[in-house]
């Protein structure tokens, strides 16, 4: 029996999906509808569209986990709700709503009161974060400030209980320089930065990158834990299916800067929808077997995108006529939905 005939396939408006996309009742913290980013040509027509027409919420206490391989636009969605583009790209559509905000319609002094402060956000390159010849504890006592009406010995208890929180000697860590510390500290003392604003949202765009397996677990572990206890919302961006897997609540996997499947993530790891996200979940499953299988690979060249329609059906095994115009997003079961035209001759999984 084909895995997708028994569930009910609708197609949704925006608004529809919006809504029912999340179990959770709460207000969303941020809900991004129909954003497309594009390279700036020398007039409208001549943009390139990078990211088409992302939609998903992110609501208090949840962890939406952005999937994707390299290129697919992950990392400009983040850059685009941090009000971060460079110069050359722009939001050419859509919006951007952080708790009721329409944040492209900000200017970029109100983007600044926002970001770093009820948007918090981690990076792969954390040492950039820090100004390498000033200690880390005087460091995180200005950033305070400049947010927030605190006096300094008020700023230094704040921070030296934030340290404590992320598991860092507090007061080691608080009088060393930057390059005095490991990667994984260096991170923890980011996170100690993020949280300590008491934010709605931290976007973590492939924090743990550049860590070794152990302290990267480590690191996305304490998030993890520390995001229960503040109830904040976290986007985490992530190439690395297993992370993402393990922690997100729901997840959305890009390709080709479009979302092609979204949904609890239990339910898209339990019965993936999309060709792409069935042949991620094959590669991930090889690395996970004792003995290792045969190599699970996801056919053509990586980063092929099809300049019309189904950006996947270049390399989709499953790919026909319907696959040249752009798929519309149809909801299978709760709130998982998936952009593809073959769901229904799909076989299996
Ligand atoms: N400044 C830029 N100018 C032109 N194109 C860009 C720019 N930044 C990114 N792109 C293109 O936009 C697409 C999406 O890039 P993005 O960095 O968001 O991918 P990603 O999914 O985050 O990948 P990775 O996991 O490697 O970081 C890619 O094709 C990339 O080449």
């Known amino acids: 029996m084909p895995a ?3 569930l009910k396939i ?13 179990g959770l009742q709460s207000i969303p913290v941020l809900e991004i509808k129909d ?8 007039n409208r027509q001549e943009d390139h569209t990078l990211v088409k027409k992302l939609n998903f919420t992110i609501r208090p206490g949840e962890m939406l986990g952005l999937a994707g391989e390299s290129g697919s636009g992950k990392s400009l969605t983040a850059s685009a709700i941090l009000g971060l583009l460079p110069k ?3 939001v050419s559509e859509g919006q951007i ?16 009161c926002i970001r770093g402060k009820e948007i918090a956000y981690l990076f792969q390159n954390y040492q950039g974060s820090f100004t390498p010849f000033i200690k880390i504890g005087k460091q995180l006592i200005e ?9 300094k010995a008020d700023a230094r208890k704040k921070v030296l209980f934030w340290l404590e929180r992320v598991q860092v000697p507090a007061e080691r860590i608080f009088s060393s320089y930057p390059h005095q510390l490991s990667g994984g500290q260096l991170q923890r003392v980011s996170l100690a930065a993020a949280l300590m604003f008491n934010p709605s949202l931290i976007i973590a765009d492939e924090p743990t990158t550049a860590l070794d397996v152990l302290t990267s677990k480590k690191i996305l572990d304490l998030l993890a834990d520390l995001q229960k206890e503040v109830g904040c919302a976290i986007l985490l961006i992530s190439h690395d299916l297993k992370h993402l897997l393990k922690r997100a609540n729901s997840m959305a996997v890009m390709y080709g800067g479009q979302i092609i499947e979204k949904g609890l993530t239990e339910n898209i790891e339990t019965n993936p929808l999309h060709p792409y996200t069935k042949l991620l979940l094959r590669a991930r499953s090889v690395l996970t077997q004792t003995v290792p299988g045969k190599l699970a690979v996801i056919p053509g060249e990586p980063g092929l995108v099809a300049k019309q329609g189904c950006s996947f059906t270049l390399r989709c095994t499953k790919s026909s006529e319907k696959c040249s ?7 299978a079961e709760d709130s998982h939905c998936t952009a593809c035209h073959n769901l229904e001759t799909e076989e299996g999984n």
């Open 4 to 6: 997708v005939m028994d």
């Open 10 to 22: 609708q197609n949704l408006t925006n608004k529809d999906s919006q809504q029912k996309v999340s």
């Open 35 to 42: 954003l497309s980013i594009s390279l700036r040509g020398a």
């Open 88 to 90: 050359s790209l722009h």
């Open 97 to 112: 709503e952080f708790r009721g905000k329409n944040l492209t319609r900000l200017s970029e002094k109100e983007m600044r």
């Open 143 to 151: 950033s305070l400030r400049s947010h927030e009406k605190i006096r």
């Open 325 to 331: 115009m752009v798929p519309e997003m149809q909801l």
